[in-house]
């Protein structure tokens, strides 16, 4: 079983200050990686994706990959309340023609304090 | 309207009931994907599909079927619904390997 681990919070940062949100992965083979925001009731959408070692930068968001140590993260800087929801990381594989795994670690809940 | 959209958005049904849950896509993606989300599991893939006519197992397809005769439309199936298949449903889909999978609205399923 292919997995995806995420502390699941609440993460609780003040307001301005950096978020940084973590995630391992256990299938060495994993070629690309997502984080997602969800906000209660709604569906999941795409922040960052990143396919290669090192970090990439979208405004306030940085992600960082480190396959080696099968390791993603999110920094989120300057936080803000409306940054408050689950954050969820997904990894995806391919394993083989046609065999393609989309999997979600179970998120972690990020409060932002006003 | 462009996108990715479900139906019902929710959905009350009784034990042993037969429910179709649809998912429409506009883009023309290859890949569709069922999910159920359920508290402390995260998303759980259900089934997926690589194209018409080309579905497989994901991690938790026991009590569900799924058929996609068209590019655009892979409806999720319970065949004989149990209460433990309460839960929110997310349909996903993404235009090829490895990129990034775009989210329906979601329905939420509540068998009684």
């Known amino acids: 079983q292919k997995e995806v681990e995420q502390n699941s919070g609440p993460l609780s940062v003040p307001e301005g200050a950096i978020a940084s949100l973590n995630c391992t992965y256990s299938?060495?083979?994993?070629?690309?990686f997502f984080w997602y925001r969800q906000y209660s009731g709604k569906s999941p959408e795409l922040i960052m994706s990143?396919?290669?070692?090192g970090d990439k930068e979208d405004g306030r968001f940085t992600a960082q990959l480190n396959k080696a140590s099968q390791y993603v993260s999110l920094l989120i800087r300057d936080s803000q309340p409306s940054d408050s929801a689950t954050y969820l990381c997904?990894?995806?594989?391919?394993?083989?023609?046609?065999?393609?795994?989309?999997?979600f670690g179970k998120g972690t809940k990020l409060s932002v304090i006003p | 309207d462009a996108g990715i959209t479900q139906s019902p958005r929710y959905k009350i049904t009784e034990t042993g009931r037969q429910v179709t849950l649809m998912c429409h896509q506009t883009?023309?993606?290859?890949?569709m994907f069922w999910y159920r989300q359920d508290l402390g599991h995260g998303l759980r893939l259900i089934y997926y599909s690589a194209a018409a006519d080309i579905t497989d197992k994901g991690e938790v397809p026991d009590g569900y079927v799924v058929s996609r005769s068209k590019t655009e439309n892979f409806p999720l199936t319970l065949e004989s619904a149990t209460r433990s298949q309460t839960s929110v449903y997310f349909c996903?889909?993404?235009?090829?390997?490895?990129?990034?999978?775009?989210f329906g609205q979601g329905t939420r399923l509540t068998v009684v």
């Open positions: 996903a889909s993404n235009p090829e390997v490895g990129l990034e999978a775009f």
């Open positions: 990143i396919y290669s070692n």
């Open positions: 883009w023309s993606h290859s890949y």
């Open positions: 997904a990894v995806t594989l391919i394993a083989g023609a046609g065999s393609y795994q989309l999997t």
């Open positions: 299938d060495r083979g994993s070629q690309s």
